[in-house]
């Protein structure tokens, strides 16, 4: 009996021990899975993050600059060969909203993607009107009225005020827009209407606030000591030659003549145009002007020339044309001001009221470097969508 209960207890032992080590491959496949589980979820939240980089980049850049765009597919680094990506980069004038995608990317390998949607607090695309105000934007001759005219080939954007005093025909604007678009935003005056012949107005185009342009002065003073022409002090004899590139002028500059292929001109003040492509018939040159302050043109420019007065110009706070332009080709390009555009409103001397012909430039359109559309707060995001790979 004492063997067979030796022999018994050695079963027992046995099929304990066989138990034990079942148990003990269950828990540590329990355990490998949990641990397989976290390490997944770990990962997943480190792509999550990646991912989330470049959306927390976009609203940073979007805040100090709302003409920032990244280059799509581009790998960005956070640490290593862990980073992130910007798949879909848009503008959806419809619904005003950044339509954005960042996709993590680990090892060259792309894994969790977010699509995001921001809505900016104001209109990024200024450079894209033929003439834009923070303010009001006014035109009109005072001279004699009825000879004025007005011509703008492009939209008009003012976050305020619109108001067009036109001669004997009504004025040609292909759009304009203010923050609201309210009727009480726009006057239109001309014969017709004084006569109460007819009434017209130009369509309306999109509405929405725009920021005014904030300039990066160290970096065009910079650049032209480096290898442009630097000015530490007002220039009241500024002639820019055909070989000129990038004008700097820490003060006023007076433009009383210009030759140019393509020129920057810089003024942390006002500047004055008194004189403009007056040498050349055909002169195809671009100017891009830059003022702290007011840009003003106090003569006629091109009245009598073939060629188009083209560029970017940008002003702190107002541009004033107190003459008119070109009778035959006028201005064609940009105008940003930080305050108002006045058109033939400030007459200097004896004005005839030649009005008006601005062209928008798609050619000169693009914004000149580090001129950028600053916010206080970043676009809100309104749309989140995840996905992993």
């Known amino acids: 009996m004492i063997k067979n209960d030796r022999g018994s207890a050695l079963v027992l032992a046995l099929i304990s021990l066989a138990m034990l080590m079942v148990l003990s491959a269950g828990l540590v496949t329990i355990t490998n899975n949990e641990w397989r589980s976290s390490k997944l979820s770990v990962r997943d939240l480190e792509y999550k993050y990646l991912a989330e980089s470049g959306i927390e980049r976009a609203l940073a850049e979007l805040r100090r600059d709302m003409l920032w765009t990244p280059t799509l597919g581009q790998f960005q680094p956070v640490d290593g060969d862990q980073g992130y990506k910007f798949d879909q980069w848009e503008w959806d004038s419809a619904r005003q909203v950044f339509e954005i995608k960042s996709t993590a990317v680990v090892a060259g390998q792309p894994h969790t993607s977010i699509y995001v949607e921001l809505k900016p607090e104001a209109l990024p695309h200024a450079f894209n009107y033929a003439a834009c105000a ?39 604007v292909e759009k304009v827009s203010t923050d609201d678009n309210d009727p009480g935003d726009f006057t239109f005056i001309d014969l017709l209407d004084i006569l109460g012949l007819g009434l017209w107005r130009p369509p309306r185009g999109e509405p929405g606030l725009v920021l005014q342009p904030t300039v990066d002065w160290d970096y065009y003073r910079r650049a032209a000591q480096d290898f442009g022409r630097y000015f530490d002090h007002s220039v009241t004899l500024l002639a820019i030659g055909s070989l000129d590139r990038l004008i700097f002028v820490d003060g006023d500059a007076t433009i009383i003549s210009a030759e140019l292929e393509r020129c920057t001109l810089v003024a942390t003040g006002y500047v004055w145009i008194y004189g403009l492509d007056v040498l050349d018939l055909f002169n195809s040159g671009k100017l891009t002007i830059i003022a702290g302050q007011d840009i003003n043109f106090d003569v006629n420019i091109n009245l009598l020339h073939l060629s188009k007065t083209r560029g970017i110009f940008v002003a702190g706070q107002d541009i004033n044309v107190p ?17 108002n555009i006045n058109f033939t409103l400030i007459p200097k001397g004896v004005s005839i009221g030649l009005g008006v012909k601005l062209e928008y430039d798609s050619d000169v359109s693009n914004p000149p470097p580090h001129v950028y559309w600053t916010t206080t707060e970043p676009p809100k995001i309104v749309k989140w969508v995840e996905t992993k790979a």
């Open 134 to 172: 923070q303010n009001e934007f006014r035109a009109g001759a005072l001279g004699i009225p009825g000879l004025s005219n007005i011509y703008i080939n492009g939209e008009v954007h003012a976050n305020s005020k619109i108001s067009m005093v036109n001669g004997l025909l009504p004025p040609f």
């Open 323 to 339: 003459l008119g332009l070109n009778l035959l080709e006028g201005m064609k390009g940009t105008l940003v001001a930080g305050r």
